[in-house]
């Protein structure tokens, strides 16, 4: 714990002393705050957040606690508690398959995905941690090895956004409706919620998200001329107990008297981290009311922290209140019999799906990297279908290694996503966009989501941790929105797990889903064709119809699959009319 941290100007640390460990074998300690002294203090698990608090007696520090040579002008003293957490056991940390997300974060895999981030590990002298992605470096590189950005430079252009706030038009259900049709939520509080303990390696989930993607934004001219801005509120407790337990909410709201607390390992919250949470969903929240009243077309919830790890009564991966959940039940509040949520983080949303899995109005689908349960947080196989009326309403994408490019997502969209999408024909969809997965996916799948039911739709910011890829990507997801996007052809075909994994899903999912049954059989016929030595050789586009330019030699027997019979012909007909076999992505 540093030394220079300082209680929270308006927050009082609580006054009484944990006299017991609630929680056993967890070894807890920190430093006094004061005197910078080693302090073993007892600890205790309030409602799931893991806590200490330093032990005084009378003023005095005893053996167990602080050494302070001044116990009057300690901070433990004086307050009664001081909050440290660190070495927590290894079952705790571990309480999802897939070990803790912050596990996960420097992989070297292609994507930009969340691994290997250990916040224990020793400090090792001599290195620098990139700004843009937060990955080590030698000091004798000047450059990061993994996402090639000079050392020392940072997120630029976020003090244009601060000045364009105030000439952005707001759009509320009490104010006059808005010229623009897309709207952004956002509120600088939310940059407060950051992690204050120092530890080896910066935390992935930091301010700086923010910043950089509301930095491009204006200076792509987006904002605040072709967006109008949803005032910001914090979301009532009323809302919360439609998605969390009162035991979970409370230990949220609990943490604004503390310095700084952890749910899990890698899921922190400071004094500000209430707030933030309660802005992020409240933002989530309205922005869904007023696409499904028609007040606005589509939305941009830029905010954190993120949410769709955090289950019915538990914060996980970085998450606190699960604003995707929110937003659903807003839309339903707003007039809408069912909401499409499509998660293409990197990471399987397994909070939102565990508060819908017994919810036939809310669809699930969700495109993550799992290797077999081994990637965090292990949850979302394709067998995960839902539960008693919601069977069927659970879609898992489960990817089995990463890596995983733009023609894998597109395919599984084509032939999974859109197919189910235009059955279920949402009121509204609501995307949970990580940008740590594939680039051009989030272009493409914007795209053609944009088609579905007249085009309302909210784009929630998940995870992403590389700024530069963030940042483009939510752009480039925010032109699509107001109508500026540009097209992104995809030039290769599905690889051979890719294609793998899709079918394995049709398998499952066209018992619930029938129109999948044409194409999950015409594509196991012609798999074993599909990869041929053929596949081997790049081929020049040859002027086949369709949304793929594929590269092997069976192009014509997949389009025949995709794009004749049955699935086309339901296809042509939802959306906006616009069939989705047309060369426009």
């Not at 590189?141 to 601060?162: I, P, T």
């Not at 530069?468 to 075909?493: H, M, N, P, Q, W």
């Not at 014509?556 to 959306?575: D, N, S, V």
Request: a negative charge; one cysteine or more; glycine letters at 8%.
């Amino acid at each position: 714990m540093a030394s220079d941290m300082q209680p929270l100007s308006g927050h009082e640390i609580p006054t009484r002393a944990v006299e017991n460990c609630g929680v056993s074998d967890h070894t807890c300690h920190g430093k006094c705050q004061s005197c910078d002294s080693d302090v073993k203090p007892s600890c205790a698990e309030v409602n799931g957040i893991s806590l200490s608090f330093g032990s005084h007696t009378d003023g005095k520090a005893s053996k167990e606690t602080c050494d302070c040579a001044d116990p009057d002008g300690c901070l433990i003293a004086t307050n009664g508690s001081c909050m440290a957490i660190d070495e927590l056991t290894q079952e705790f940390e571990r309480e999802q398959a897939g070990a803790t997300l912050e596990d996960l974060i420097f992989s070297n895999d292609e994507e930009e995905d969340d691994s290997d981030w250990d916040p224990a590990s020793s400090l090792v002298m001599n290195r620098w941690f990139c700004l843009n992605c937060t990955l080590p470096n030698v000091d004798a590189v000047m450059y990061c090895l993994n996402c090639h950005e000079l050392k020392g430079s940072g997120v630029d252009g976020y003090d244009a956004f601060k000045t364009q706030i105030a000439e952005a038009a707001l759009v509320s259900p009490d104010t006059e409706l808005s010229e623009v049709s897309t709207a952004i939520g956002f509120d600088e509080r939310m940059l407060l919620h950051s992690e204050l303990e120092v530890k080896p390696n910066p935390h992935p989930e930091r301010p700086d998200r923010l910043r950089a993607i509301a930095a491009s934004l204006s200076a792509a001219g987006i904002f605040p001329s072709k967006c109008a801005l949803v005032p910001p509120r914090e979301i009532t407790k009323e809302e919360l107990l439609m998605v969390h337990t009162s035991d979970h909410i409370e230990s949220v709201e609990q943490t604004k008297n503390m310095l700084y607390s952890y749910f899990t390992s890698d899921t922190y919250a400071n004094g500000h981290s209430a707030c933030a949470a309660k802005l992020a969903a409240g933002l989530c929240a309205d922005l869904a009311s007023l696409i499904v009243s028609g007040r606005v077309q589509n939305g941009f919830a830029m905010v954190r922290p993120p949410g769709h790890h955090a289950g019915v009564k538990q914060a996980m991966g970085f998450c606190l209140h699960n604003n995707a959940a929110v937003a659903a039940l807003a839309a339903k509040r707003a007039g809408a019999k069912k909401v499409l949520i499509v998660d293409w983080d990197v990471h399987h949303g397994n909070g939102t799906q565990e508060i819908f899995e017994g919810d036939k109005s809310v669809l699930y689908v969700s495109l993550h990297r799992h290797e077999y349960g081994n990637f965090y947080p292990g949850t979302g196989a394709a067998h995960e279908v839902g539960i008693l009326d919601g069977q069927g309403f659970s879609v898992n994408i489960p990817w089995s290694r990463g890596g995983v490019g733009d023609n894998d997502y597109i395919f599984a969209f084509k032939t999974v996503v859109l197919p189910i999408a235009a059955e279920f024909a949402p009121d509204i969809t609501i995307i949970s966009a990580g940008f740590d997965a594939a680039r051009g996916c989030a272009i493409t799948c914007s795209r053609q989501i944009v088609s579905i039911h007249g085009g309302r739709l909210l784009v929630i910011l998940e995870g992403g941790y590389n700024l530069r890829s963030i940042s483009s990507s939510a752009t480039e997801v925010v032109k699509v929105l107001v109508g500026d996007g540009s097209s992104f052809d995809v030039a290769t075909a599905p690889s051979k797990e890719g294609l793998e994994t899709v079918l394995q899903v049709l398998k499952i999912q066209q018992q619930f889903w029938p129109i999948l049954g044409p194409t999950y059989a015409s594509l196991q016929a012609h798999q074993g064709s599909f990869f041929s030595k053929s596949t081997s050789k790049k081929r020049k586009h040859s002027g086949v119809p369709g949304p793929f330019w594929w590269n092997f030699g069976s192009k014509r027997l997949l389009y025949k699959a995709l794009y004749e019979g049955p699935l086309l012909r339901k296809i042509k007909g939802f959306g906006q009319g616009k069939a989705i076999d047309s060369a426009e992505p």
